[in-house]
């Protein structure tokens, strides 16, 4: 069973990345900060956030000791900082200041690799905080990276789709075209896996990209033999890009975060989901597994982490996020609606809702007329909200599978007011309008540059969906 047990919502922007200590959590964002929380009660250190990146943050990952925390930004840096106090301790500058994207410690600390949006690789020496090699990506962004176990070889993979293996000269030792629509993330995982016919020791890896999928590999690093990059399997499960993915400490799980606002954990012996989370409600961009305790954090495009619990007890009913698939919402007692509420970061409504009987048919019967007038909610605000979630669940518990040429590709979301941009596709109006007001003038679906900022109304598809919803009594 998977416990939603926290929603972090301290962020302004776009969660980026998310990753543990043995007793941390730091999150970062495109608000340009890093946030740094206790794992004992999440709260925030005194001397988060840290600022210090002029634009967005796109990275952090901790030192294998957890004394030292990286970060790295759109503004061509990656920072050093003392994890115990939140002191700088450097500014990395990346050659040629192009913005980077992933940063990562080597894991006996003597390391910590940048890549950027150049494809440039720089692998810097920790103790004195130089720069020790670089190299570069033979196309494409660098988007991704993890160092082996044993730190004598590290995997990046750049939007170009290929993975390509270093060892920790930056001598490159194998390429592989491993997503033919770029990758977004790879991970290996901490545990060996033995080869008993050959007598081989093979390290797992991970890759995910926009082809939604995530691939598993083996790499066997030998002196003799060099690099060998085998396929494994293909994990199936996500019906948009896959952003992000990490093994569990043991290397027995995999989590997993999508495009389509879902986080599903998979079994990495049998390829089996084990747990599908949809508790976000924009893209999920980032998931981690803490190393020495059962917890995964997931952060997402809709500003939140969210703090899930692992345990191999019996699910039972209204306990966790996920068992909003499993038990229909209208048999749901007012217990159930009450996790709910507390999932949506809703705790304040409980004792309202336990007032007034509110169990699960109740719930989805709900209007903006009797929140107002029957449960008294005055703030227009908070009706809203409530009223939103309420309309997300009746989506989500609906059996109709809404096409997706109706949903906006950057929210995932029934559009109400499509409009088509400069590269060809529709768009929600707002979440557009959005995307452009951020600075950004590259496409969402193809990453390449706008021609123009005009939006046309795309009224034949407006006209459709409305169609389609007036067959769809269900949703309405």
Known sequence: MVTLIRTLADHSDDVSCCAFSSSCLATCSLDKTIRVYSLNDFTEFPYSPLRGHTYAVHCCCFSPSGHALASCSTDGTTVVWDAHDGRALAVLEQPRSSPVRVCRFSPESTYLVSGAADGSVVLWNVQSLKLYRSGNVKDGSLVACAFSPNGSFFVTGSSSGDLTVWDNKMRCLYNEKAHDLGITCCDISSQPVSDGEHGFVYFQMASCGQDNQIRLWHVLFADVLGVELKYKCTLSGHSAPVLACAFSYDGQMLVSGSVDKCVIIYDTSTGNILHNLSQHTRYVTTCAFAPHSPLIATGSMDKTVNIWRLDHKQPCAGNTAENESKVAVEDWSEDDVSVWLGAQG???????????????????????????????????????????????????????????????????????????????????????????????????????????????????????????????????
């Open 346 to 476: 809703l705790a304040d409504f409980v004792g309202l809702f336990k007032r007034n009987n509110i169990d699960g048919k109740e719930l989805l019967n709900l209007t903006k007329e009797s929140l107002a007038n029957e449960l008294k909610i005055e703030s227009l605000g908070l009706r809203r909200k409530v009223l939103q979630k309420i309309e997300e669940l009746r989506m989500k518990t609906s059996s109709v599978t809404i096409p997706d040429e109706f949903l906006c590709p950057i929210t995932r979301e029934l559009m109400k007011d499509p409009v088509i941009a400069a590269d060809g596709y529709s768009y929600e109006k707002e979440a557009m309008e959005s995307w452009l007001g951020s600075t950004r003038r590259s496409s969402p679906m193809t990453n390449l540059p706008l021609q123009s900022a005009v939006l046309t109304p795309n009224r034949s598809l407006k006209m459709a969906i409305a169609r389609w919803l007036e067959a769809q009594p269900q949703l309405s």
